[in-house]
């Protein structure tokens, strides 16, 4: 079995249970109505319009309302109004879904990788096409600024994109015999049935990192996209359709996440679950991977350490690190967790990046010149306050923000705070808000230490103007990612994955195709036969 989330309160499993009447379109009762900004109103009319407004689930290649008629509500952050009520999906829709997926793999592994590759291709050029719209949706069901939306659909296709190239480039190797009458190969295959477990904070790039190279490699999917976030998969998932994608291919399922969680970990069918998430949760998915000796997956949380060095620029430092802490609300794995300064410098760069952080401009997603956007839900900012009011117990300063924003919903005003010590909560657990806790440190060998000391290991970030200690210290630093005076270092051609408790396995680049491949071994004997 798999564990039910602490937070799920709701009857049958999905949090925000809202009706058994029939799946409706769109929205709204008069009062969200009204508290939805007219710009998110006029998008999403747009988008119904569109087409690309899906509220039902993908189960092969048909759209299908849940089993018991059930839906679940799509919320906007920044307004709190109801965005779509969509399929509240459980059990049994799920194991409909991994027995289309499973009879869908015959075919779809069969194809030539170039044959596989011109429909991911096409699949790319669609979502290219239609940028704003799929913008627009994440901007509408996330929260995140419009431009930063714009900017995860280009991330999120070039996974697409990059795997319709590399599909055709799925080597094996002929091994020098051990005998001589002997020929030895090895074959790479798709793995199988994937099941792709994916979060709210990058609706689309972080469901497209994983499907693009599973589709590439020759396997079918079965994605669960979060219920806070299920309409960019949707409509990434129609335009698969129409790029070609056959039906049972790709297919997505939303809602009771335990229920669907346990069908994939159960079924025998499903040979890989890659999932993208907090590492409590993920945790818990590999044990219940275990029965059925799954392949895994896994991306989890981070603590991320920006250190600065007293040799830094203190320009490249302030950008970067700006940019690597509230980049998407500081909601991202990568985010800076932690701001580690060198003594020298310390009290120069919490002036210089205090000044920074004021000019951010807080708003709704859809208003021209907006950076930071809400958080996705209360929950998340009452995280937040307890851990600022947790580091200001215990001697922090704030030098900035330090509460909601006067915008109310889930608006909270970017912070900083100086005179952070490893025994506050934000240094050790992931603060995934706008809050950036400046740490004081004196030596290379402290940062160093400082760093590793947590059970995280995904991004950190160095600044410094010495080439010979970037290499010191990036070669010591126990992380899967690491950046040199740069705070935005993701890109579909470089591996990304931590090392610890941040995860297994790597995404994106040609690393990233080996997670979908098994290694087949073939011996040829009596080859010396004429
Ligand atoms: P989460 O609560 O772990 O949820 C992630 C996904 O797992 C969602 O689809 C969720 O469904 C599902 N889920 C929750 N409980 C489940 C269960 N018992 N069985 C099966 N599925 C279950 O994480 P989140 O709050 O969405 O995302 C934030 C976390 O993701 C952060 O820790 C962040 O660092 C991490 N993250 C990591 C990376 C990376 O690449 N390393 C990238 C992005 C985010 P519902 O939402 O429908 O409940």
Same mark, same amino acid.
């Given at each position: 079995?798999?564990?039910?989330?602490?937070?799920?309160?709701?009857?049958?499993?999905?949090?925000?249970?809202?009706?058994?009447?029939?799946?409706?379109?769109?929205?709204?009762?008069?009062?969200?109505?009204?508290?939805?900004?007219?710009?998110?109103?006029?998008?999403?009319?747009?988008?119904?319009?569109? &087409?690309?407004?899906?509220?039902?689930?993908?189960?092969?290649?048909?759209?299908?309302?849940?089993?018991?008629?059930?839906?679940?509500?799509?919320?906007?952050?920044?307004?709190?109004?109801?965005?779509?009520?969509?399929?509240?999906?459980?059990?049994?829709?799920?194991?409909?879904?991994?027995? /289309?997926?499973?009879?869908? @793999?015959?075919?779809?592994?069969?194809?030539?990788? &170039?044959?596989?590759?011109?429909?991911?291709?096409?699949?790319?050029?669609?979502?290219?096409?239609?940028?704003?719209?799929?913008?627009?949706?994440?901007?509408?069901?996330?929260?995140?600024?419009?431009?930063?939306?714009?900017?995860?659909?280009?991330?999120?296709?070039?996974?697409?994109?990059?795997?319709?190239?590399?599909? !055709?480039?799925?080597?094996?190797?002929?091994?020098?015999?051990?005998?001589?009458?002997?020929?030895? %190969?090895?074959?790479?295959?798709?793995?199988?049935?994937? &099941?792709?477990?994916?979060?709210?904070?990058?609706?689309?790039?972080?469901?497209?990192?994983?499907?693009?190279?599973?589709?590439?490699?020759?396997?079918?999917?079965?994605?669960?996209?979060?219920?806070?976030?299920?309409?960019?998969?949707?409509?990434?998932?129609?335009?698969?359709?129409?790029?070609?994608?056959?039906?049972?291919?790709?297919?997505?399922?939303?809602?009771?996440?335990?229920?669907?969680?346990?069908?994939?970990?159960?079924?025998?069918?499903?040979?890989?679950?890659?999932?993208?998430?907090?590492?409590?949760?993920?945790?818990?998915?590999?044990?219940?991977?275990?029965?059925?000796?799954?392949?895994?997956?896994?991306? %989890?949380?981070?603590?991320?350490?920006?250190?600065?060095?007293?040799?830094?620029?203190?320009?490249?430092?302030?950008?970067?690190?700006?940019?690597? !802490?509230?980049?998407?609300?500081?909601?991202?794995?990568?985010?800076?967790?932690?701001?580690?300064?060198?003594?020298?410098?310390?009290?120069?760069?919490?002036?210089?990046? /205090?000044?920074?952080?004021?000019?951010?401009?807080?708003?709704?997603?859809?208003?021209?010149?907006?950076?930071?956007?809400?958080?996705?839900?209360?929950?998340?900012?009452?995280?937040?306050?307890?851990?600022?009011?947790?580091?200001?117990?215990?001697?922090?300063?704030?030098?900035?923000?330090?509460?909601?924003?006067?915008?109310?919903?889930?608006?909270?005003?970017?912070?900083?705070?100086?005179?952070?010590?490893?025994?506050?909560?934000? /240094?050790?657990?992931?603060?995934?808000?706008?809050?950036?806790?400046?740490?004081?440190?004196?030596?290379?060998?402290?940062?160093?230490?400082?760093?590793?000391?947590?059970?995280?290991?995904?991004?950190?970030?160095?600044?410094?103007?010495?080439?010979?200690? /970037?290499?010191?210290? @990036?070669?010591?630093?126990?992380?899967?990612?690491?950046?040199?005076?740069?705070?935005?270092?993701?890109?579909?051609?470089?591996?990304?994955?931590?090392?610890?408790?941040?995860?297994?396995?790597?995404?994106?680049?040609?690393?990233?195709?080996?997670?979908?491949?098994?290694?087949?071994?073939?011996?040829?004997?009596?080859?010396?036969?004429?």
């Amino acid at each position: 079995m798999v564990i039910g989330a602490a937070a799920r309160v709701a009857i049958g499993g999905c949090r925000k249970l809202v009706s058994s009447s029939h799946t409706s379109l769109l929205l709204v009762s008069s009062q969200c109505r009204r508290q939805m900004s007219t710009d998110a109103q006029s998008v999403s009319e747009k988008l119904r319009s569109s &087409g690309l407004l899906r509220t039902q689930g993908l189960i092969g290649g048909r759209w299908i309302d849940s089993y018991d008629k059930k839906t679940i509500k799509v919320n906007n952050p920044a307004t709190g109004g109801i965005v779509a009520d969509v399929a509240c999906m459980g059990t049994k829709e799920t194991n409909d879904a991994i027995a /289309s997926s499973y009879e869908a @793999f015959t075919s779809w592994s069969r194809l030539t990788a &170039g044959e596989r590759s011109k429909v991911l291709r096409r699949w790319y050029d669609l979502l290219i096409a239609h940028k704003e719209e799929l913008g627009q949706l994440i901007t509408l069901e996330q929260g995140k600024p419009l431009k930063e939306a714009v900017g995860e659909v280009a991330y999120g296709a070039s996974f697409i994109e990059y795997y319709a190239e590399e599909a !055709k480039r799925v080597y094996g190797d002929i091994i020098p015999p051990n005998l001589s009458d002997r020929r030895l %190969l090895v074959l790479k295959q798709p793995i199988g049935v994937v &099941g792709a477990i994916t979060p709210w904070n990058f609706p689309l790039a972080m469901i497209t990192r994983k499907v693009g190279p599973a589709l590439a490699s020759g396997c079918t999917v079965v994605v669960k996209p979060s219920e806070l976030t299920p309409l960019t998969a949707l409509a990434a998932a129609e335009l698969a359709l129409q790029a070609g994608v056959p039906p049972g291919a790709l297919n997505v399922v939303m809602g009771n996440a335990p229920e669907i969680g346990d069908a994939l970990l159960t079924s025998p069918q499903v040979r890989k679950i890659t999932f993208t998430g907090s590492t409590a949760v993920g945790k818990k998915l590999m044990a219940a991977a275990a029965p059925t000796v799954k392949k895994v997956s896994l991306e %989890l949380g981070g603590n991320a350490p920006s250190i600065v060095f007293d040799d830094a620029d203190l320009d490249v430092a302030v950008k970067g690190t700006l940019a690597a !802490k509230f980049r998407n609300s500081g909601q991202t794995c990568v985010c800076a967790n932690r701001v580690l300064v060198q003594d020298g410098i310390y009290d120069k760069f919490a002036e210089a990046f /205090s000044e920074a952080v004021q000019k951010l401009e807080v708003g709704d997603g859809f208003k021209e010149g907006t950076t930071q956007g809400p958080l996705i839900n209360d929950a998340a900012v009452q995280k937040v306050e307890s851990f600022v009011q947790d580091a200001v117990s215990k001697g922090a300063k704030i030098l900035l923000g330090g509460k909601r924003h006067s915008l109310g919903m889930t608006f909270y005003e970017p912070t900083v705070i100086r005179d952070v010590s490893s025994d506050m909560i934000m /240094s050790k657990e992931e603060i995934f808000g706008p809050v950036a806790p400046l740490i004081r440190f004196k030596t290379e060998e402290d940062a160093i230490r400082l760093a590793n000391d947590t059970i995280a290991g995904l991004a950190a970030y160095i600044f410094t103007n010495s080439v010979q200690r /970037s290499w010191r210290v @990036f070669e010591a630093l126990e992380y899967g990612l690491v950046g040199v005076n740069e705070g935005l270092i993701s890109t579909e051609v470089a591996p990304f994955g931590g090392v610890k408790q941040s995860g297994l396995g790597r995404e994106g680049s040609k690393y990233g195709m080996d997670e979908y491949l098994e290694i087949k071994y073939v011996c040829l004997g009596d080859m010396n036969r004429h």
